[in-house]
């Protein structure tokens, strides 16, 4: 993969991204309440994929036995990631709390996938949360993640898939829903859940999007808002195209309608200011435009006769027992 993909940062330091928003661990071992835990565990679980937005720069593989320690006295915890296995590539981390309130540990081993316009990854591997003074521990899954357009066009990631929250002490799950864009991009970064008791009751439904918040509200409540909801809409023609193999970027929807009665459980913590102009975002952005002018320049290039590097692209894919092959092509005009 041309280095141009990557964003300097190991996959080691990018683990410790995950205890961005610790303060939700340290809100879950002061509640009493085993529902309000699990609440505001669920809120950890999806801010814990949401620095991935709009990072569509693939980390670095550590080395095998490569580690990447961290201590932040003013969060309160500490944390150790290593490379366990190179091959396949498996790292694991252990964060605690330094006040002996918390563990969180898991290890992630990422499955790729090429399907030629884009890049499936699948984070497998289970991460566990301890709470120490319950005596509680939850185990969850990560999303699917996607970025698309990684030959040609504007990146764009998204994450989907259904991730099932367990607390193995009470019997308690909570399953969330992360929604694919769709064909016109409405369900777009949108999350969706319940936690149900061990008899399966309702307790609370969850939404919001894992770019920019979670809330929660009692299902009853929830129940009625749609019913409300879908009668206030007004029918649209079903009208659809019979083939969409556009990876066009979704048009940005509104952000998250808030329910009469709802309990906000976490809201993204807004990137600084000037982090648009930092090395990495501003080389990728370079390195977009000047794809962007060589994909303009290429039948200038071949008119006039200019030399370059044509690179070939075979990817294989498998549905119904049949095998295709798919081919794309990448043309990088020489600088000399």
Request: proline share 5%.
């Amino acid at each position: 993969m041309p280095v141009v993909f990557n964003e300097p940062l190991s996959f080691l330091q990018r683990i410790s991204e995950y205890m961005e928003h610790t303060h939700l661990i340290h809100k879950a071992c002061s509640l009493s309440d085993s529902v309000d835990r699990m609440q505001v565990v669920a809120a950890f679980a999806v801010s814990a994929v949401a620095s991935q937005w709009e990072r569509t720069g693939k980390p670095f593989n550590p080395l095998l036995g490569e580690t990447y320690e961290l201590i932040r006295e003013d969060e309160g915890y500490r944390l150790i990631s290593e490379q366990v296995s190179h091959h396949p590539p498996i790292s694991a981390f252990h964060a605690e709390s330094l006040k002996q309130e918390f563990a969180f540990h898991g290890s992630i081993y990422p499955k790729l996938k090429f399907w030629g316009k884009s890049i499936e990854a699948e984070p497998k591997g289970t991460m566990t949360l301890e709470l120490l003074k319950h005596k509680e521990a939850y185990t969850w899954m990560n999303p699917m993640c996607c970025v698309h357009n990684v030959i040609l066009g504007k990146l764009w990631i998204e994450q989907y898939g259904t991730v099932e929250i367990l607390n193995h002490s009470t019997g308690d799950k909570c399953v969330l829903n992360f929604k694919s864009c769709g064909m016109f991009g409405k369900e777009l970064h949108k999350v969706e859940g319940f936690i149900q008791d061990k008899s399966k009751k309702k307790l609370r439904v969850i939404y919001g999007k894992w770019t920019e918040c979670m809330y929660s509200v009692d299902p009853k409540v929830y129940e009625t808002h749609k019913k409300s909801d879908k009668k206030s809409k007004v029918k649209l023609n079903e009208n659809s195209c019979e083939e969409d193999d556009s990876d066009d970027v979704p048009e940005i929807q509104e952000t998250v309608t808030v329910i009469p009665g709802s309990a906000l459980l976490w809201r993204i913590t807004p990137r600084p200011p000037h982090s648009a102009q930092t090395g990495r975002v501003q080389r990728k952005s370079d390195w977009r435009r000047n794809r962007e002018q060589r994909e303009k320049s290429a039948p200038e290039m071949r008119r006039s006769g200019q030399h370059g590097v044509l690179i070939l692209l075979l990817s294989i894919s498998k549905k119904n027992g049949l095998k295709s092959l798919r081919t794309s092509f990448i043309l990088i005009p020489s600088t000399s």
